[in-house]
């Protein structure tokens, strides 16, 4: 099977679920996709989180706990990297690709990455 692609919304789904139903001579049709919550191996995992409604498990904590505005600590609490405090490798890995590229955007992200030390 196989689908055009770039498509709009939706289109390659039906064109495939068409495909599904009338195979091309010489070929088994392919099993119906698993349905979601049907116990499939690609169904998500039941929530086990509190409900939605339930009380607050944190209720003297700010919503803002966690970001640079309003009350409560920053984002520092996080523990992620300040911007231009990478590793590098987004730089190398750009470095190493500009050099093929014809349209120039490589180039110019290497740049943008090697200013940031990405």
């Known amino acids: 099977m196989s689908a055009a692609p770039d498509q709009a919304y939706g289109a390659q789904k039906a064109q495939l679920d068409a495909q599904r139903v009338a195979p091309m001579a010489g070929t088994a049709p392919l099993p119906a996709p698993a349905t979601p919550g049907a116990g499939s191996?690609?169904?998500m995992p039941a929530y086990s989180g509190p409900a939605f409604n339930a009380?607050?498990?944190?209720?003297?904590?700010p919503v803002t706990h966690g970001v640079d505005i309003?009350?409560?600590?920053?984002?520092?609490?996080?523990?992620?990297?300040?911007?231009?405090?990478?590793t590098g490798q987004m730089t190398a890995l750009l470095q190493r690709y500009a050099s093929t590229d014809t349209t120039g955007i490589l180039g110019t992200l290497f740049q943008a990455a090697q200013a940031r030390n990405a």
């Open 41 to 43: 191996e690609g169904a």
């Open 70 to 86: 309003g009350p409560g600590a920053g984002s520092d609490i996080l523990g992620l990297p300040s911007p231009g405090q990478g």
């Open 55 to 61: 009380p607050s498990q944190r209720p003297d904590e």
